[in-house]
């Protein structure tokens, strides 16, 4: 995507940003704001229109007037805070019924809540509360989520970071990306980019005029305008 922005009452509730992810790949975009994040997790999934900039996926192409309906079929947001993390009173067991019933009927075939998370291996944290879940278990159970309709090849994780240290979330995530059998292009909101961390990243606003409080987080390498997948 290039330069995407989306305007707010008062000020930009997305300062331009320009990335690139590809299949087979994890990128972390670091933000400060909690709702900047939210905001760019919600345009990059298809889900929030941009006011300014464009996309590319799949060789179709989207900017700010033209719908973007193909880029949200392809595309999952995940955990974003006041759009769609699990409430807390809900249990796992309600919460997997309510997002498998989301999956469009086409691809969803007999798909219920209790054979899908005893073949997931879930079983053991089907009668807890969502706020019950360690950070890591969650991370998996909301990502399995997503996941179960087949046709997601976007995956898009809102503040992951805002529930435990690196290591309880970072390792599905670079796995879920570099899984042979299903690459998919992942994309972590995060506050700020973990210590020790070399793969590719971006700040919001990077492609806006130069602040002094931009988020932490160098460019992407290849920090391109468009954000597709590796042919």
Request: proline share 8%.
């Amino acid at each position: 995507m290039q330069q995407l922005s989306i305007g707010g009452r008062r000020d930009e509730l997305l300062p331009a940003t320009s990335l690139q992810v590809r299949r087979g790949e994890l990128l972390l975009v670091s933000g400060k704001r909690a709702d900047q994040r939210t905001a760019l997790a919600l345009a990059l999934s298809g889900r929030l229109k941009p006011s300014a900039g464009h996309f590319r996926w799949d060789g179709a192409e989207w900017n700010g007037s033209t719908r973007i309906k193909t880029l949200r079929q392809a595309s999952a947001v995940v955990d974003s805070p006041g759009v769609n993390e699990p409430e807390q009173h809900l249990s796992v067991r309600d919460l997997a019924t309510e997002d498998l019933a989301l999956i469009p009927r086409r691809y969803r075939g007999s798909l219920l809540s209790e054979p899908w998370l005893k073949v997931n291996r879930f079983e053991d944290i089907a009668g807890l509360w969502a706020e019950q879940l360690p950070a890591a278990r969650r991370i998996d159970l909301l990502t399995a989520l997503a996941l179960a309709n087949p046709h997601t090849d976007l995956l898009v994780v809102d503040s992951p970071d805002r529930h435990g240290d690196p290591g309880d979330w970072l390792p599905k995530l670079e796995e879920l990306a570099y899984d042979a059998g299903r690459p998919l292009a992942v994309v972590a909101v995060v506050m700020s980019v973990p210590d020790g961390w070399t793969g590719p990243t971006a700040a919001i606003g990077n492609a806006g005029p130069p602040d002094g409080d931009l988020p932490a987080g160098r460019p992407a390498e290849s920090s391109t305008p468009e954000t597709e997948d590796a042919k």
